[in-house]
């Protein structure tokens, strides 16, 4: 219970920069004293970023869906387990913590020659709970004869658990919210600019 409890206090606290950052900016950043290289940074360079990072996400979360998708008409070989483990990862900086996923590397054969894997499904993710990480690596204990899925033109390409897996969408899904984000950032910050230089114009001429 107390891991649970503190994956949550993670999670939440970890997602308080993309839930609210312009928010933030706008009531902190002050706009109109700075530069222009610090306005053009912030209103293009900045949400371009989140865009990039999200377009990325989104590529590659949408290459694993394809796989997986691919992945129920390859062909099987009997693999054995070879380890099976849980394996912890620590963090460190803003974002510490401990997350744990299952280490399961397998080894089968292909018209003769040995290949190795390590994929249990696609999009597989690591968790604050080890209890997730403990379930796959009880379901594939070291020494057990299982079925593999390979790509036939590339062994090396393999996983345990074909077709799409639920958690093969996050990874997708995170990458839209980054995109959007971004937009949304270089939206909001442009004209956060162009209010506080406009607020600002009527005081100069003012004092003159």
Known sequence: MPNQQ?????RST???????????????????DASPA???FMGRIF?????LIGVFLIYFGTKQIRLANESRDWPQAEAR???????RIR?????????YRAEIYYEFEVNG???GGNRVAYGGRSSSNPSFARLTVNKYPKGKRIQVSYKSDDPNESVIESGIQGQVWLLPL??????????????????SIRKQIQSSEPNQNAAE
């Open 91 to 99: 963090r460190s900086g803003k974002n510490k913590g401990t997350t």
């Open 113 to 115: 020659v040995t290949y």
């Open 14 to 32: 970890n997602s308080l920069p993309l839930l609210h950052p312009v928010k933030t900016m706008r009531k902190t950043t002050n706009f109109k």
């Open 6 to 10: 503190s994956g949550k206090l993670r």
């Open 81 to 87: 387990v070879l380890e099976s483990e849980v394996e």
């Open 174 to 191: 995170i990458g839209l919210v980054f995109s959007v984000l971004g937009i949304i950032i270089s939206v909001l910050i442009p004209r």
């Open 38 to 40: 610090h306005r053009f």
């Open 47 to 51: 949400p371009l970023i989140f865009v």
